[in-house]
Nanobody
Framework: VQLQASGGGLVQPGGSLRLSCAASGSIFSINAMGWYRQAPGKQRELVALMTSGGSTNYADSAKGRFTISRDNAKYTVYLQMNSLKPEDTAVYYC?????????WGKGTEVTVSS
């Protein structure tokens, strides 16, 4: 299974970005897909998660600003990020969890700076 994340970049404070993560390979059952991030000098943390049933879980820092969504037919999960702040600067990783599997993408860098 491969996870290809895209959509990162440089954005000014208050701006928006949309991250995408497409899964490919031998995918039999997905329990959840989500986004995590790791800022320099900090531990990787959950940003948003969506289960196969559609339930979502957001970090407090993401609530009200970020929205996770998915396209089941394309095995793709998205993260719409609005009202970005400098503290959102990090490498964002997507994660796929399924029956007996746990995969991470390589990450896409998001920099929020004026």
């Amino acid at each position: 299974v491969q996870l290809q994340a895209s959509g990162g970049g440089l954005v000014q404070p208050g701006g928006s970005l949309r991250l995408s993560c497409a899964a490919s390979g031998s995918i039999f059952s997905i329990n959840a897909m989500g986004w995590y991030r790791q800022a320099p000098g900090k531990q990787r943390e959950l940003v948003a998660l969506m289960t196969s049933g559609g339930s979502t879980n957001y970090a407090d820092s993401a609530k009200g600003r970020f929205t996770i969504s998915r396209d089941n037919a394309k095995y793709t999960v998205y993260l719409q990020m609005n009202s970005l702040k400098p503290e959102d600067t990090a490498v964002y990783y997507c994660r796929l969890m399924g029956a007996g599997m746990d995969y991470w993408g390589k990450g896409t860098e998001v920099t929020v700076s004026s």
